[in-house]
């Protein structure tokens, strides 16, 4: 009897396949086994993004820099919302730094299983793979509009008057640790969207109309400050609200951070990515049948 | 013998017809008490129910090539579909030890955009490989796809020919103990196709175990060691590939498949006792490429039906129709005389000129005098039979679809 050669050391790897418990189970060690398909997706995500445009990654810095021009002048000159004594300029990007993550990992993860229904049909792997790369991958582009904002932090820093309105705030450390959170709640919430879409195909249209009006429900064209207390009860609901306080404060220190904000935010977010996780898993189970 | 490498026990699948897409919220919570409830022991059995696999019981062992062979719907996709974990058993279970890669459709899984390198890498870590396992085998993949020149060139530019070889190269060259290939071979050119039925055999001289699921049954008879005949989601036969492919072929020319005459017509037409050189429905005559093959059939009328005439095609075992006769083709169309009364209609096909295989013959009756020239009476598929190459020095090694000698005059 010919034995399967050495190298591929496969052989002890015992796969059971048989009807899986409806609840929750998530195979870790699977996970990690495919990192590497993590990793090649990320940069499938990159390359294609490269190739397709003339400009490149120059969209990822475009896009925010033309939204904050627009904020700028409707909201800012027209409209006169106050910006916290902030240069408004900063004060919108710093609010769209953390919102276009947000926005886009929802956006994207809620795509996951229509748009890979195809490939989901023909080969395993661990579905939720897809999602984790699109999270990973949305990091990028909020480093590269980070670095942008941290340009214009500069300019208005050291060179003009209103430098020394704003600086460093407390927590910069923080940051991090802060995207982990928006992280989790966007990916939390974009599971539950891919699941809910996979069976209902119409809420697709839901998502960004959704990711619309939360932008408006989070203190990004307007400072927290401002919203009079009968309405800021309201807004604290929203966890994207402590979130992106937080960042302006890590980032000009300006916002209103609590800990009890935060923690609320870190709970949801875990509740959200929890449940989110059961969600995708139990549709995953039957989608492929379905299809 | 060592551990099977695959155990299925008692697999079956159900789907549930009508559960298509998208349902209301509604439908969503009853069913979903209905199955807590369903769980605690009764069995439903309502209509909508389809059992694509039932009690499916097998094992694999290493260095095994089993071809899985039935007609559509018989199971074959779903099992590998369970074997591939792309959709969940409703009971028993199945064991793999070892990894598994499934020969992917071409497309799947390239994303037009990358280079053929990032395309092989991405696929690869798709079946479950990692950057390192892969980058080991890049210069065979490579290789046997014979795109070394556009490696570094976006698929998109690729011929579909180069993008099939280039997806078969990715799972035949990565170390999975266990291959499961459904259909994929059928494509591509008629060299490729010898190419990868010999890497496929290849890899099970390695101790690689390969399930293969395909329509072409003179490959599964070559390459199969042992072959699963599915029907109606249950296992006919687990046997050597020409028991099975017996079986399956007998099957096929079942008086049952027989459609029956329209009945809207004012008359009948019954066609009986359908023979391929003397043998009846239902036995594979074996016959060798040097006899003349000779079909007939009795075929009985209520009265003269103008207008008739019948149509015979003979298809090889990749459903390629080789040859089409009908009573036009030597005037007078004989059926358009015959009256009532049994008669027998036998055609002959010359020797030397089919290839070594196995054929499916159809039968078929339509009538020039309705007006849509639709068939009037399809007997459908009324016999196969083996013709085999004895007396050739290259035998069955003879590609194409003739078996014609041809003499080489020199001058």
Known sequence: MPSVPAETGLMDREIVIQPRHPWFSLDFRELWEYRDLLILLIHRDFAVKFKQTILGPAWFILQPLLMTLVFTVVFGNIARIPTDGLPPILFYLSGLLTWNYFAQTVNATSATFTANAHLFGKVYFPRLIVPLSVAASGVFAFLLQLALFT??????????????????????????????????????????????????????????????????????????????????????????????????????????VTIGGLGYAASVAIAVLVTGMWAFHYVERHFIDTV | MSHPIIEVEHLSKRYRLGVIGARSLRDEVRSFWQNRLGAIGEESSSSDEIWALRDVSFAVHPGEIVGIIGRNGAGKSTLLKILSRITEPTSGRAILRGKVASLLEVGTGFHPELTGRENVFLNGAILGMTRREIARKLDDIVAFADVSAFLDTPVKRYSSGMQLRLAFSVAAFLSAPILLVDETISVGDFG?????????????????????????LYAVGELADRVLLLSSGSIECLATPDAAIRAYLGKAANPSAVAPASPDASYELTVSDCRVQGTPRGQQPHLSCDDAISISFHIQASSIISGLYGCLEIQNAHGTTVLVSDTFDCPPNVLETIDSGSRTVTIEIPPRLLAAGTYTIDLSFGNRAVLDKRRIHQPGVIGTFLVQDFRSMRQHQRAGYFSTLLTWRVD
């Open chain 1, 151 to 256: 340009a214009f932090w500069i300019y208005f820093r050291f060179f003009t008057l209103a430098g020394d309105r704003f600086g460093v705030g407390a927590g910069l450390w923080s940051l991090p640790l802060l995207l982990v959170v928006v992280a989790a709640l966007a990916l939390g919430i974009g599971l539950w969207m891919s699941a809910l879409t996979a069976r209902y195909r119409d809420l697709s249209h839901l998502v960004p109309f959704l990711l619309q009006l939360g932008m408006y429900a989070t203190p990004i064209i307007y400072p927290f400050s401002t919203v009079p207390p009968s309405w800021a009860w309201v807004l604290s609901f929203n966890p994207m609200t402590p979130l992106t306080e937080a960042f302006k404060m890590a980032l000009l220190g300006q916002g209103l």
């Open chain 2, 192 to 216: 490729f196709q010898n190419q990868a039925l010999r890497q496929i055999r290849k890899l099970a001289d390695e101790g690689r175990s390969i399930l293969l699921v395909s329509h072409n």
